[in-house]
């Protein structure tokens, strides 16, 4: 039988078709669509309902295509991010964008509150520090008095929130829970004393459903509105990340990993949370996984910043520009002249990028980036040089040594990035899929109804059904010396 995925991005979602034949996967894109965040004076909304709108057409789209052989459904996006609703179970104002500047300074505030302290929030949680976090995005709505939150009675993710719209159940996703840094992996529930402390209703929370749980059909009024039969939704790894991760075609146990989209996310996939001081130090996160796993991983700013610059060029010339162009001239620009650390804070969500990029060369006193080669180039050897961080930060962590790296998602597509990263790691980069969070929502669906026995049946399936790519470390000489710079630069132990 055929599942649909949908998959929303940063950027797009979309509705994709998998189908299982001889033992080998296929998909379609049913449906695309933008997903362009709103600025409404200094705040940035989801545009909910659109995006919801464009997941009907999509689902619509894709029954009618396949003659109605859609078995299932499954939704994931970005983490953190949430809708409140009423006791009527009316959805109370348009959801806050992750890069909203309301948490510039939550972290802080939060680990002032009495009993806390970044030590027990950790302790308690296993997640990153992240401004954007859902604990730190309630504190602030807690401080500046926000209507809604006093109105509300249930707190929904994402892609919660959209399942709900479809089938008028609530349910609160395992992977996409631990995201919020108020869920309590040790106790496997939510995290009463955090909860309490940022002074938030504990009744908001529903209890967390695993990946692979029947999560309800589409209502009446939906198979009413788009002509369709009522569809099972299942919960997948609803974290887009999550959904990732499920889908590298990794054959070992072990194995490093990196989703590359918007942003970069890097680790691998262990059975139980690692909450230790060195991986606060180190700024890790453990993230719900799918089928009994935690995701031991960094987060790293990504093509986020290229994707940026793109646009504020794009603005400037009047005219569009393609990525082979940017990517040509990247690469006859000079190498290793100028480097930044993706993850400053200033590249979150500055109103000019390149001229982000800029400041930063120029406080550090280098060579400051003019050009677009100049600047791609320095943007894609940065994250090049900042992965080999995290691998090596990711084997202190796990005591592992990973032979090479497993790079999965739509930044695949950036070659050059592909290229970078395997000399600056010297070691081999196994590229593909692109399709990543796509391939593991579905793979999920599959293994809750039957149709694929395990997750390992299912990475050997994408495997042996999509092109994996080697690209081998070159270089290397000139490699090790630009890290030896760039991690003086950073300052990294
Ligand atoms: C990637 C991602 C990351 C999360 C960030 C914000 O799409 O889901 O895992 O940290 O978006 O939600």
Known sequence: MKALAIDLGAGSGRAVVGSIEEGRISVREAHRFPNEPVAVGNRLYWDILRLYHEVKQGIRLAVRQENGCIGSIGIDSWAVDFGLISGSGELLGNPYHYRDAHTADAIAEVLALPGLSEAEVFNRTGIQFLNFNTIYQLHALVRDGNPALAKAERLLMIPD????????????????????????????????????????????????????????????????????????????????????????????????????????????????????????????????????????????????????????????????????????????????????????GRFLHPPDMPEAIRSYCRERRQPVPESIGETVRCILESLALKYRYVLECTERLTGKTYKGLHMVGGGLRNELLCRYTAAALGRPVWAGPTEGSALGNLAVQWIATGAIKDIAEARAMIRASFPVRTYEPADREAWTEAYRKFAALLALA
């Not at 967390?208 to 999560?215: E, F, I, K, N, S």
């Open 161 to 344: 929130l959209l399942r709900y719209f479809l089938t008028g159940e609530m349910h609160s996703e395992f992977t996409n829970t631990t995201t919020t840094q108020l869920f309590n992996p040790i106790r496997g529930d939510w995290d009463d004393r955090l909860i309490g402390a940022i002074g938030i209703d504990r009744k908001l929370f529903l209890p967390p459903v695993q990946p692979g749980t029947r999560v309800g059909r589409l209502r009446p009024e939906v198979t009413a509105e788009l002509g369709v039969p009522a569809i099972p939704l299942i919960a997948v790894g609803e974290h887009d990340t999550a959904s990732a991760v499920a889908a590298v075609p990794a054959l070992d146990e072990h194995f490093a990993y990196l989703s590359c989209g918007t942003w970069s996310l890097m680790g691998t996939e262990v059975r139980a949370p690692v909450i230790t001081d060195e991986a606060r130090a180190m700024n890790f996160t453990n993230e719900g996984g799918v089928c009994g796993t935690y995701r031991l991983l960094k987060n790293i700013m990504g093509l986020w910043i290229l994707e940026e610059c793109k646009r504020r060029w794009e603005k400037e010339r009047g005219s569009r520009l393609d990525y082979a162009e940017m990517l040509a001239a990247a690469e006859a620009a000079p190498a290793f002249r100028s480097f930044i650390d993706p993850d400053d």
